[in-house]
């Protein structure tokens, strides 16, 4: 099965997901904000995608377990983004 990460646009709100074949799932952001999923990687059967979503000031980088969201550690006030992912 191909996995493919991105994001969809619903108004003017990116939402992060991925898509397993043409399945699409979306991703936890704050659901007001931009999102989006810039890299993934299978292992076990468990989907984990890296990306970023916004509050109202700035990007937080983070990851995906599925649909569980961890936030990663960003540079204070400045956007941050995670663009790829790999579990060992």
Request: glycine share 14%.
């Amino acid at each position: 099965v191909v996995c493919t990460a991105g994001y969809h646009s619903v108004d003017d709100r990116r939402i992060a997901c991925y898509w397993q074949g043409t399945a699409k799932t979306e991703l936890p952001g704050d659901a007001i904000h931009r999102a989006g999923a810039c890299g993934i990687f299978v292992s076990r059967g468990a989907v984990y995608t890296a990306g970023y979503y916004s509050d109202s000031d700035r990007s937080i980088p983070c990851y995906w377990r599925g649909k569980t969201r961890t936030d990663l550690a960003g540079a204070g006030a400045l956007d941050g983004y995670a663009f790829g992912i790999f579990v060992d």
